[in-house]
């Protein structure tokens, strides 16, 4: 298992994370379709945490995009980077995120993370910061909605109903099985919102979730186990 080390530079208060946040969010790139869905690769990324020990543990699980088969995955642990604070969660987690990455030896293809992209009050959540740093296409398919309006979507699979800010569309509720709650799909970088929806529709062929975050939910879970229950805790920051 990978022992990730939050870099010296990262930032340690509220007010330098936003001006990163600020800096990076200019170079997100919106205009691009991104890889078609059921091609190459997609890689679900999430995180898991013990805030009593202090550790965050992230895992990174490489699919087939075409038959959802795992190619390769990989783990990474380490302390939390960064303190709580509503709209800069990217900042705790990305660290052991980019450590598991940085793991892989297969082409993680489209990155599909546990949470938002430009659906974040901030337009920069964490699959925005995460393509930013990678360069990766990205998106963001959450469990629930952030702050934004929406409508309810159609009751069949494929009902999208989009997440207003005002009148800026900055996602879409989306239907991912029949009858049963929405995801929540954002653009993160280097992805369309209509390819965003397409993946998610491939990545979700049985439940609601995707299978990319299904697996990846799992395998973190696994790893802060594992950690928790050594004698040997992650070092610090």
């Known amino acids: 298992m990978t022992i990730s080390h939050t870099p010296a530079d990262w930032p340690a208060d ?11 969010r200019a170079r997100t790139v919106l205009d691009e379709t991104g890889p078609a869905p059921g091609t190459g690769h997609v890689t679900g990324v999430d995180v898991a945490y013990d805030d009593e ?16 088969g795992v190619v390769e995955e990989a783990t990474a642990v380490g302390r939390v980077a960064f303190p709580y604070v509503p709209g800069l969660l990217a900042f705790r987690e990305i660290p052991a995120v980019l450590a598991a990455l940085g793991r892989l030896a297969a ?3 489209l990155v599909v993370c546990d949470g938002y992209g430009i659906a974040h009050p901030r337009r920069f959540g964490l699959a ?5 740093l990678t360069g990766l296409p990205t998106i963001g398919v959450a469990k629930n909605p952030f702050t934004f309006a929406h ?8 009902s999208a109903a989009s997440l207003l800010d005002g009148a800026e569309e900055v996602g879409r509720a989306l239907r991912t099985r029949e009858g049963v709650k929405p995801v929540f799909v954002s653009v993160g ?5 209509d390819n965003a929806c397409a ?12 299978e990319s975050t ?3 939910d799992a395998l973190c879970r696994s790893a802060l186990r594992e950690a928790t229950a050594s004698a040997t805790p992650p070092p610090g920051t």
Request: no cysteine; charged share 25%.
């Open 14 to 24: 509220e007010q330098t994370a936003r001006a990163v946040q600020d800096e990076l």
């Open 53 to 68: 020990r202090d550790i965050v543990a992230a895992a990174v699980v490489v699919l087939d995009a075409a038959t959802l």
């Open 107 to 109: 082409d993680p293809g």
């Open 128 to 132: 925005s910061h995460l393509g930013v």
């Open 151 to 158: 409508e309810a979507p159609g009751a069949p699979r494929g």
């Open 189 to 193: 970088h280097r992805v369309s919102l």
């Open 199 to 210: 993946h998610t529709l491939g990545l979700t062929p049985r439940y609601r979730l995707p």
């Open 214 to 216: 299904r697996r990846a």
